[in-house]
């Protein structure tokens, strides 16, 4: 909005006087209609896409499974009896998933305590998942890699002494010392000499003109000794503009094309040093104007003083943590395009100027041109709202992004980022839409939030792909067998039973360890590839059932619906041991002392159950002889075997 004359709600007053007539409260206001219209924005996670897309595909294979079954199975028998039908349902049932819901909620939970600690606050759960998936972060400069806290590096001027009078007066304008808010303002009083300040009570403040975006200066009008002064600071191009001389030793003296043109060298080069530059100016005012902006040209430029921000000490530590961890690191700012190329020098993010870009030059790119720019540049000066949110959207056609904020200004770009972050003291509206918050403005805590954010995601693809696999394979296996034998392979009550003892070492891998190999780079859900392994696994699982079926059929229908439910519990758990990693059993680091214990009693369970008279009367299981027991031990072997030969050609 163009509206220079109205406060909208929500915005902070740091300084200033003024009147006002209220025009709209509560829902009728501005600030609230955006709130509300962001509020209606649906952005699923992407680990949200990513679960639905998986359970679309398991669901749409088991239905078209089970519609070939019952017709392959009318075809040959003519009929299907209920029997076949509780089989099938019961098969149905165990091919589902059913644990994840729980395992994410355990491993979300788990990981948002975890964070808590580290000061991440988790509001969105799935957010936690969204962590370990990004490949890019972006952020911006002041406060997050530096201090924020501004400091007096040098001046240029003839007068320093009227240089910081000058300043300082623009500065409190009427407050009282001790009370500035602008970090330029503290930087300026910090650095003034204590002469200078004493003489400050001596003046006598009339009126005062905060900073104007557009214009890039700010004003104030003092008395002193009778004499009226109207002080401007500001952008050092902008007052040379509009200044006719320049303090020299004698009072002021025709400001030459020589002398800007030294100002401005002088401007350049702190700004290539990251320094940032308020230029001062001054004129005395014959009388009390109505329309005293009306006068602000005329000026006799006194000189300029720059200001450092100091890199935290964490910055460097932090973006090489993040490098390697797979991340690109950009920089997006709304600082001069000198100032950014300097901090991106210092942070060795950029070697030239050539991987800079202004927010302006980015808009007037094409589509192509736009997705190159931002691939290529790693940092963005001169930014204003829209260039952010276009940039983020612009890096998500290829990658998944994280974005830090803190304003009302970055709404736009939080709401657009796959991730959005913002700190604790960021405007509200801007805490409302991010997905975490971080109590510490520092990138390390972004830095293990994304590292514990892939172990969950890691935690939680070793079981969809395990259990799948499994799950798959005993699926085809029975299907099978329930064509070739006589008998049904397994009783529909015996199925459940299966399905819950296997889910219990499940259960447990939210709390399992995770190698530096599992957490090295961004995870994404490559569907191909998860496709694949369930394949190949679960045809592994399938071909070592077959060779039980095929064994075990001679020993009668009781015997062998015994023996299986306990092979294929005892598959599921040494499948999933093996194939938690992707390393050799030998190289890959321990599972967790839980998983340990939840797979010693789902083995212990699975075994007693079939030795003990009475669930042996409930679920129909007979003993097993010596020879039964050792040819179940020997395909196991037989299968770990060849589950830990098949991983090597997958790759985490």
């Given at each position: 909005l163009a509206a220079t004359n109205i406060a909208f709600l929500g915005s902070i007053v740091v300084g200033g006087f003024g009147e006002g007539v209220v025009m709209a409260t509560g829902i009728h206001t501005y600030f609230a209609n955006i709130f509300e219209k962001i509020g209606q924005i649906e952005r699923p996670s992407l680990f949200e896409k990513h679960i639905r897309s998986i359970g679309a595909t398991l669901t749409n294979l088991i239905l078209i499974l089970a519609s070939l079954i019952l017709a392959v199975q009318f075809f040959v028998s003519g009929a299907i009896s209920f029997s076949y039908l509780l089989f099938l349902v019961a098969l149905i049932v165990a091919v589902v998933p059913e644990a994840l819901p729980l395992i994410v909620a355990l491993a979300f939970s788990k990981g948002a305590l975890l964070l808590a600690k580290k000061k991440v606050i988790i509001r969105r759960l799935s957010a936690i998942q969204d962590l370990g998936s990004v490949d890019i972060i972006c952020t911006d400069k002041t406060g997050t890699l530096t201090k924020n806290e501004l400091q007096f590096s040098s001046s240029l001027g003839s007068s320093e002494p009227l240089l910081f009078k000058l300043a300082l007066a623009n500065a409190l304008n009427g407050k009282k010392l001790g009370k500035l808010y602008n970090p330029f303002d503290k930087a300026i009083f910090e650095a003034a000499p204590r002469n200078v300040i004493t003489k400050l009570a001596s003046l006598n403040f009339l009126e005062a003109f905060p900073f104007d975006a557009t214009k890039r200066i700010k004003t104030v009008l003092f008395e002193e000794a009778g004499v009226k002064y109207l002080v401007g600071e500001g952008a050092p191009e902008i007052l040379l503009e509009h200044s006719h001389l320049i303090e020299g030793k004698n009072g002021g003296e025709p400001l030459t094309g020589e002398a800007k043109a030294h100002v401005l060298q002088w401007f350049r080069e702190r700004g290539q040093k990251g320094e940032?530059?308020?230029?001062?100016?001054?004129?005395?005012?014959?009388?009390?104007?109505?329309?005293?902006?009306?006068?602000?040209?005329?000026?006799?430029?006194?000189?300029?003083?720059?200001?450092?921000?100091?890199?935290?000490?964490?910055?460097?530590?932090?973006?090489?943590?993040?490098?390697?961890?797979?991340?690109?690191?950009?920089?997006?700012?709304?600082?001069?395009r000198e100032v950014?190329?300097?901090?991106?020098?210092?942070?060795?993010?950029?070697?030239?100027?050539?991987?800079?870009?202004?927010?302006?030059?980015?808009?007037?790119?094409?589509?192509?041109?736009?997705?190159?720019?931002?691939?290529?540049?790693?940092?963005?000066?001169?930014?204003?709202?829209?260039?952010?949110?276009?940039?983020?959207?612009?890096?998500?056609?290829?990658?998944?992004?994280?974005?830090?904020?803190?304003?009302?200004?970055?709404?736009?770009?939080?709401?657009?980022?796959?991730?959005?972050?913002?700190?604790?003291?960021?405007?509200?509206?801007?805490?409302?839409?991010?997905?975490?918050?971080?109590?510490?403005?520092?990138?390390?805590?972004?830095?293990?939030?994304?590292?514990?954010?892939?172990?969950?995601?890691?935690?939680?693809?070793?079981?969809?792909?395990?259990?799948?696999?499994?799950?798959?394979?005993?699926?085809?296996?029975?299907?099978?067998?329930?064509?070739?034998?006589?008998?049904?392979?397994?009783?529909?009550?015996?199925i459940l039973l299966v399905n819950l003892l296997s889910d219990l070492p499940m259960i447990a891998i939210s709390l399992d360890t995770v190698g530096v190999n599992e957490i090295h780079k961004p995870h994404a859900y490559d569907f191909k590839k998860l496709y694949l392994f369930v394949m190949v696994f679960g045809a592994v699982s399938s071909f070592f059932d077959l060779i039980f079926f095929?064994?075990?059929?001679?020993?009668?229908?009781?015997?062998?619906?015994?023996?299986?439910?306990?092979?294929?519990?005892?598959?599921?758990?040494?499948?999933?041991?093996?194939?938690?990693?992707?390393?050799?059993?030998?190289?890959?680091?321990?599972?967790?002392?839980?998983?340990?214990?939840?797979?010693?009693?789902?083995?212990?369970?699975?075994?007693?159950?079939?030795?003990?008279?009475?669930?042996?009367?409930?679920?129909?299981?007979?003993?097993?002889?010596?020879?039964?027991?050792?040819?179940i031990a020997a395909l196991l072997g037989a299968y770990f075997l060849a589950n830990e030969e098949g991983k090597r050609f997958f790759k985490t």
């Amino acid at each position: 909005l163009a509206a220079t004359n109205i406060a909208f709600l929500g915005s902070i007053v740091v300084g200033g006087f003024g009147e006002g007539v209220v025009m709209a409260t509560g829902i009728h206001t501005y600030f609230a209609n955006i709130f509300e219209k962001i509020g209606q924005i649906e952005r699923p996670s992407l680990f949200e896409k990513h679960i639905r897309s998986i359970g679309a595909t398991l669901t749409n294979l088991i239905l078209i499974l089970a519609s070939l079954i019952l017709a392959v199975q009318f075809f040959v028998s003519g009929a299907i009896s209920f029997s076949y039908l509780l089989f099938l349902v019961a098969l149905i049932v165990a091919v589902v998933p059913e644990a994840l819901p729980l395992i994410v909620a355990l491993a979300f939970s788990k990981g948002a305590l975890l964070l808590a600690k580290k000061k991440v606050i988790i509001r969105r759960l799935s957010a936690i998942q969204d962590l370990g998936s990004v490949d890019i972060i972006c952020t911006d400069k002041t406060g997050t890699l530096t201090k924020n806290e501004l400091q007096f590096s040098s001046s240029l001027g003839s007068s320093e002494p009227l240089l910081f009078k000058l300043a300082l007066a623009n500065a409190l304008n009427g407050k009282k010392l001790g009370k500035l808010y602008n970090p330029f303002d503290k930087a300026i009083f910090e650095a003034a000499p204590r002469n200078v300040i004493t003489k400050l009570a001596s003046l006598n403040f009339l009126e005062a003109f905060p900073f104007d975006a557009t214009k890039r200066i700010k004003t104030v009008l003092f008395e002193e000794a009778g004499v009226k002064y109207l002080v401007g600071e500001g952008a050092p191009e902008i007052l040379l503009e509009h200044s006719h001389l320049i303090e020299g030793k004698n009072g002021g003296e025709p400001l030459t094309g020589e002398a800007k043109a030294h100002v401005l060298q002088w401007f350049r080069e702190r700004g290539q040093k990251g320094e940032r530059v308020l230029g001062v100016a001054y004129k005395k005012i014959s009388s009390a104007s109505p329309h005293i902006k009306e006068e602000e040209s005329g000026f006799t430029f006194v000189g300029c003083l720059s200001f450092r921000d100091p890199l935290k000490e964490t910055s460097s530590q932090a973006i090489e943590l993040i490098q390697a961890l797979g991340l690109t690191f950009k920089i997006i700012t709304g600082d001069s395009r000198e100032v950014a190329t300097a901090l991106g020098k210092k942070l060795h993010l950029i070697t030239s100027e050539n991987e800079v870009m202004t927010g302006e030059a980015f808009e007037k790119l094409t589509g192509k041109e736009r997705e190159a720019a931002a691939e290529s540049c790693v940092v963005f000066a001169r930014t204003l709202p829209s260039h952010k949110q276009s940039i983020i959207e612009t890096l998500e056609r290829r990658h998944a992004v994280g974005f830090l904020g803190e304003g009302f200004n970055d709404v736009p770009a939080l709401k657009a980022a796959h991730l959005s972050m913002v700190v604790d003291n960021s405007s509200d509206m801007a805490r409302n839409v991010a997905d975490v918050i971080l109590l510490d403005k520092d990138l390390l805590v972004i830095a293990q939030g994304i590292a514990e954010g892939r172990k969950i995601f890691a935690n939680v693809t070793k079981y969809i792909r395990t259990t799948l696999s499994a799950n798959i394979g005993n699926f085809l296996s029975l299907i099978i067998a329930s064509f070739l034998l006589p008998y049904l392979p397994l009783l529909s009550i015996q199925i459940l039973l299966v399905n819950l003892l296997s889910d219990l070492p499940m259960i447990a891998i939210s709390l399992d360890t995770v190698g530096v190999n599992e957490i090295h780079k961004p995870h994404a859900y490559d569907f191909k590839k998860l496709y694949l392994f369930v394949m190949v696994f679960g045809a592994v699982s399938s071909f070592f059932d077959l060779i039980f079926f095929f064994i075990f059929r001679t020993f009668g229908a009781s015997s062998l619906q015994t023996g299986w439910f306990i092979f294929s519990i005892l598959t599921e758990i040494v499948a999933f041991i093996s194939l938690r990693t992707f390393l050799p059993i030998l190289k890959a680091k321990a599972p967790s002392g839980q998983i340990v214990i939840a797979s010693g009693i789902a083995i212990g369970a699975t075994i007693v159950l079939t030795l003990m008279p009475f669930a042996r009367s409930i679920f129909h299981f007979v003993l097993l002889s010596r020879t039964q027991w050792m040819l179940i031990a020997a395909l196991l072997g037989a299968y770990f075997l060849a589950n830990e030969e098949g991983k090597r050609f997958f790759k985490t």
